[in-house]
């Protein structure tokens, strides 16, 4: 079945160093989504990605999809103590009723 | 909007026993589906409904875990019996039919 890895596990930064976890896919993804998750919190949706080689900004995060469907990244620039939490990727195959294989997630810690 | 509704919030019960979580979508959202996140991992999907009817239950533990859909708006899943295994928390979420998901608060299940 489909697999969706990521890297790093773990991650520790001091405030304001930049950050990026990485994401790959066992197969070609129709789509792929990007969730964080505090601490004792549930996942909350970031962004989509559809388009080969796509890349979309969110103040401070940048989000690419890689050119064969089966790799993307999330970069943050000048980390801030509230970007703490986990960062999982999603994708989704295509034909597979939607349906969202998670990665394990990047835990991101920011020291202040 | 009101969000994605889950009770309990949280549960506590010995191996062997049997236990019931409910979700509320959010209204109109077609698409409801129930995750297990153990510790340290990304979400597991274990039933995706689409109105009142399965799309993807091949993660499913169906001989322990049971889920419906009645009149495709809440839903609850099952467990019976409970293994030390299933101590996770379930989450629920909602989405319309191409995009982000909603996801609910959760519920802790501690199995003893």
């Known amino acids: 079945g489909q697999q969706v890895m990521q890297i790093p596990q773990y991650q520790h930064v001091q405030e304001g160093e930049d950050f990026t976890t990485y994401c790959n896919s066992s197969t070609t993804l129709s789509n792929i989504q990007w969730y964080k998750q505090r601490p004792g919190g549930h996942p909350v949706f970031l962004i989509q990605?559809?388009?080969?080689?796509e890349v979309k900004k969110q103040k401070r995060l940048t989000f690419q999809f890689g050119e064969a469907k089966k790799n993307s990244s999330l970069h943050i620039t000048a980390t801030q103590t509230t970007d703490v939490g986990t960062y999982f990727c999603a994708g989704i195959s295509g034909g597979s009723n939607y349906k969202l294989t998670f990665g394990k997630g990047t835990l991101l810690t920011v020291n202040p | 909007e009101a969000g994605v509704a889950q009770s309990p919030r949280y549960k506590i019960i010995e191996k062997r026993q049997s236990v019931a979580f409910w979700c509320n979508p959010i209204s109109g959202h077609a698409t409801l589906y129930w995750y297990q996140q153990i510790l340290g991992q990304g979400p597991k999907l274990l039933i995706q409904f689409q109105n009142n009817g399965v799309v993807d239950d091949s993660q499913l533990p169906k001989d322990r875990f049971s889920a419906e859909r009645l009149k495709g708006v809440d839903s609850t899943l099952k467990i019976q019996p409970a293994k030390l295994e299933d101590s996770a928390v379930y989450l629920c979420?909602?989405?319309?039919?191409?995009?982000?998901?909603?996801f609910g608060p959760g519920t802790r299940l501690t199995v003893t």
């Open positions: 990605l559809v388009k080969s080689g």
């Open positions: 979420a909602s989405s319309s039919l191409f995009g982000e998901q909603y």
